[in-house]
């Protein structure tokens, strides 16, 4: 049998994720990654997921059964290059070429500080470990929480995890077809096990970036799985 997260250690910068089960193992060796679970992702936030709030509760049972816990946190500056606002004429859900590639302009949301950019008050993750923020470089975006939109910066995640002996990542959160796809695709190059929890997140679903968002993950061996595909 092949254990397949025990090889991807020993790979130097390991180009794949590790082949998936149906269903992820949940013992020392797997991370919980809640991604962006933030007031201006959830209604009434300045960039509100339809029906964010609602990863809440499936989120907080499903902590409970992890002992490892990280969330990123979406964390930007005033005037962030990523803000249609820092783009005289361009409007918000419009696109912009930046150096890394095509940007979507995004309305001003999670600035540093700001009550946008914090926790979800009910989110009861308290025994999390860490927290990876992301996006705080005024210039270069970062949908993932492992590598910027530059494609070249690491956020030290991949590091963290390895050194703690993870193998496995199970990603849940805001918004699936943003923050969790890219999350998830980047676990899985740096050679995890990953699998998105669908029910665990909800999608902004820009002009079709849903799906092909789930297309993505599938070809980059993300395993999709549902909070009842878990191991009770
Ligand atoms: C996100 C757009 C901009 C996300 C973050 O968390 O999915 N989306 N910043
Ligand atoms: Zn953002």
Known sequence: ????????????????????????????????????????????????????????PVINALAKRFSNIVLTQDWHPAGHSSFASSHPGKKPFETVEMPYGRQV????????????????????????????????????????????????????????????????????????DFCVSWTAQDASAAGFETYVVEDACRAIDLEGSLEKAWAEMAENDVTRIRVSDLPG
Not at 32 to 49: E, K, R, T
């Open 1 to 56: 049998m092949l254990i397949a997260g025990a090889t991807v250690l020993t790979v130097a910068g390991a180009p794949r994720g590790a082949r998936a089960q149906e269903t992820p193992v949940i013992d020392e060796r797997a991370v919980l990654i809640v991604v962006d679970v933030q007031n201006d992702f959830c209604p009434g936030g300045n960039l509100a997921v339809p029906r964010g709030d609602e990863v809440v």
């Open 105 to 176: 302009l995004w309305p001003d949301h999670c600035i540093q500080g700001s009550k946008g950019a914090e926790f979800r008050a009910d989110l009861d993750v308290s025994s999390a470990q860490a927290i990876i923020r992301k996006g705080y470089r005024r210039e270069v975006d970062s949908y993932s929480g492992f590598v910027e939109a530059d494609r070249k910066t690491p956020t030290g995640l991949t590091g963290y995890l390895r050194e703690r002996g993870i193998l496995r990542a199970v990603i849940v959160g805001l918004a699936t």
